[in-house]
């Protein structure tokens, strides 16, 4: 094999990808790179400003989001860019735009100080079709800023996974990655004093069939953990104070519940798919249940009592 097809790139054009697309999720990588060199700058300074969610944003999260826009927006094929870090859906005005875009730049960025990892991920949807559900994505992908910087993605053709070199191409490390239909770890998002009734026990029960804990507090990395790991749960639930939980529909959880399902595994709000719910506004929240399909069915069963 030529070692050439292991790049990204190569890789995308060997699977018959649509050019655009392929072109698209390459922009996305070298944005990583350029993120990746940001963060080994150490650059953890507050930028003083608050992003859409209200949440002060370190000057990484704005200069990963700008990085990223500058980039995405400059392809003629891109019709929206929609940030976490901002308020609105951006309008690039490409009359023949095909795709919009969702980004979370820099997922976790408050682990920077503690040199925890954390990533950025991103969603592919067909133009117009932004505010709608999960299901009619084309593409999602994650980049993974840890010892290593992994890219990991799906076209709907299965999950794969590439490693940034030192020579600086991201090289294909694993292809068709599968979630187990029954793991062994589990990591709870949320304040213990802040879950419901039915998800304590929920997670109770898992303690006591000996599933292991393994918790960063950071999205990416722990979802990553699920992945790679081949199984297991990631839970932020609806919380007693806030039902609709923590994490964001559009910009953190259809990218990965698509790229789970692509997986062989399941993604729930406790009830309903992910992909599956309807997005009414950019910054719509959701509970998450996600990993292997045991665990996330298992999980239904609890929470449905509250229903």
């Not at 960025?109 to 994505?137: F, K, Q, W, Y």
């Not at 879950?195 to 069939?209: C, G, P, S």
């Not at 199984?231 to 259809?254: C, D, H, I, T």
Request: charge should be negative; include cysteine; hydrophobic fraction near 35%.
């Amino acid at each position: 094999m030529d070692h050439k097809s292991l790049f990204l790139r190569k890789f995308l054009y060997d699977e018959g990808v649509d050019p655009d697309l392929r072109r698209l999720i390459h922009t996305v990588a070298v944005g990583g790179k350029y993120i990746s060199s940001l963060l080994n700058a150490a650059n953890r300074k507050m930028a003083g400003t608050r992003n859409a969610s209200a949440e002060d944003q370190l000057e990484v999260d704005k200069q990963a989001d700008i990085i990223l826009q500058d980039m995405i927006t400059a392809l003629d094929y891109v019709a929206e860019y929609a940030s976490e870090e901002q308020e609105t859906v951006i309008k690039t005005g490409n009359q023949h735009g095909k795709f919009s875009v969702s980004v979370d730049p820099l997922d976790g960025s408050s682990l920077i100080d503690v040199n925890l990892a954390v990533g950025t991920i991103v969603g592919i949807h067909p133009v117009e079709e932004l505010i709608d559900s999960g299901r009619h994505m084309l593409a999602a992908l994650y980049i993974l800023y840890g010892p290593l910087t992994t890219l990991v993605f799906t076209t709907g053709n299965g999950v794969h996974e590439f490693v940034l070199s030192p020579e600086g191409e991201f090289v294909l490390s694993q292809k068709d990655i599968k979630v187990k239909p029954k793991g062994k770890i589990y990591s709870p998002g949320g304040l213990r004093s802040e879950w419901t009734d039915a998800h304590r026990q929920y997670i109770d029960d898992l303690v006591e069939t000996d599933y292991k804990l393994r918790y960063s507090g950071g999205l990416v990395p722990d979802f990553n953990q699920i992945i790679m790991k081949g199984g297991g749960l990631f839970s932020y639930p609806a919380l007693k104070e806030n039902p609709e939980g923590k994490l964001r529909l559009l910009f953190e959880l259809y990218p990965l519940a698509f790229l789970c399902e692509q997986a062989g595994g399941m993604a729930t709000n406790g009830i309903e798919n992910i992909l599956d719910l309807k997005l009414e506004k950019i910054h719509q929240r959701a509970p998450i249940y996600i990993g292997s399909k045991q665990e996330v069915e298992k999980a239904k069963e609890y929470i449905k009592t509250e229903s």
